[in-house]
């Protein structure tokens, strides 16, 4: 039994690695949607997009960061694009980036 478990963990060290990076990704995706949609709220209403993109990511999602905004046809659009790290956010990232993009109707003043 000791010899079969000793045979197996590489491979369900394996799956939980693959398992766990799949996660990542996902949540990747979801940190960029929500900071372009706080990011938009924030700039329809004559507040700053790119503060507001930054204070919905922490620590280590902040690194590399490039929140893009603006106005167009009555939107306000934001688009904040994130590295998707190798099983930790702050070490390594893969060589393929997560956008996340947004808008919300312009309610600031026109002039």
């Given at each position: 039994?000791?010899?079969?478990?000793?045979?197996?963990?590489?491979l369900?060290l394996?799956?939980?690695?693959l398992?766990w990076q799949?996660?990542?990704?996902g949540?990747?995706?979801?940190?960029?949607?929500?900071?372009?949609?706080?990011?938009?709220?924030?700039?329809?209403?004559?507040d700053?997009c790119?503060?507001a993109?930054?204070?919905?990511?922490?620590?280590?999602w902040?690194?590399?960061v490039?929140?893009?905004?603006?106005?167009?046809?009555g939107?306000?659009?934001?688009?904040?694009?994130?590295h998707v790290p190798?099983?930790?956010?702050?070490?390594?990232a893969f060589p393929?980036?997560?956008r996340?993009?947004?808008?919300?109707?312009w309610e600031?003043?026109d002039?």
């Open positions: 039994m000791a010899v079969e478990f000793a045979g197996m963990l590489p369900i394996l799956t939980l690695v398992l799949c996660v990542l990704i949540y990747t995706y979801t940190l960029a949607g929500n900071a372009a949609d706080e990011a938009a709220r924030a700039g329809a209403v004559g700053s790119e503060e993109a930054l204070r919905h990511l922490e620590g280590a902040q690194k590399g490039s929140p893009e905004c603006g106005r167009g046809d939107m306000y659009h934001a688009t904040v694009t994130l190798v099983l930790f956010p702050g070490a390594a393929f980036d997560v996340g993009e947004a808008a919300a109707v600031g003043d002039r």
